[in-house]
């Protein structure tokens, strides 16, 4: 390993420790907690609707008590998404897919996540998804992101469309200046934090009807 990869490791994991130790913080207060979340899926919300699809496919997550969106995402997504589809973790280092049809069909996976039980697709599906929704420890100004470092997300969005953004779900205090990125790290398109969107790449300078619609609801907040 050289020094400069031996570095960035070092680095990628003393942010993961700051932000475990912020978010932490935040899970302690329940009431702050509850309203960051309440306004992240409200604008999650938002933007699914938005979509020119009026039955979108969907890729998120079941979010750990720890992780933006709480309790509220899976079925805010479910009024307003034709399909969602959740991860699985497999034991070779890749993430399967397979369709969210209520709490009472999730078990619990190995890495304490909950997993949909039905039909599994490889991650190449993400490619058919109108958006894809994913967990992040921190995203930067350019829009690289921070995992847990397991490369379970890297890897399953390297099978993504360019026509499907990707936007991570974080709080504000997740967002940092500058990350440490390499060449197998996969960035994010837009950001939703319960301050609202931050669009980067080509969203950026041609924002999809979903983006332009979801500014016009932050607007009216």
């Known amino acids: 390993m050289s020094e400069n990869a031996s ?6 994991s003393a942010f993961r420790q700051q932000m475990h130790e912020s978010r932490a913080q935040t899970t302690k207060n329940s009431a702050v907690k509850n309203r960051a979340d309440g306004c992240i899926v409200a604008f999650v919300a938002a933007f699914v609707r938005a979509l020119p699809n009026p039955h979108p496919r969907v890729a998120a997550y079941s979010p750990l008590p720890t992780e933006p969106g709480g309790s509220l995402l899976l079925d805010a997504l479910a009024s307003q998404a034709g399909q969602i ?16 049809r209520g ?59 360019e026509s499907s953004p990707v ?8 967002i940092v200046e500058e990350l440490p990125a ?11 934090t319960e301050r609202g969107i931050s669009e980067f790449s ?5 924002p999809s009807e979903a983006l332009r619609s979801l500014k016009g609801y932050e607007e009216s907040l």
């Not at 390499?182 to 939703?192: L, N, S, T, Y």
């Not at 080509?202 to 041609?206: D, G, H, I, K, S």
Request: contains cysteine; proline residues 6%.
């Open 7 to 12: 570095e960035i490791i070092q680095t990628k």
């Open 202 to 206: 080509a969203l950026a300078t041609e």
């Open 103 to 161: 709490t009472t069909d999730l078990s619990t996976g190995p890495l304490g996540v909950h997993e949909p039980t039905g039909e599994r697709f490889d991650s190449s599906v993400l490619a058919t998804c109108d958006v894809i929704f994913t967990p992040a420890m921190a995203i930067d100004r350019s829009g690289n992101r921070l995992g847990k470092g397991r490369g379970y997300y890297d890897q399953a969005l390297s099978h993504r469309s």
């Open 182 to 192: 390499e060449d197998h790290d996969e960035p994010v398109d837009a950001v939703i």
């Open 85 to 100: 589809l959740l991860p699985i973790t497999m034991p070779d280092g890749e993430l399967h897919w397979a369709a969210y």
């Open 167 to 174: 936007i991570a779900l974080v709080y504000s205090d997740n």
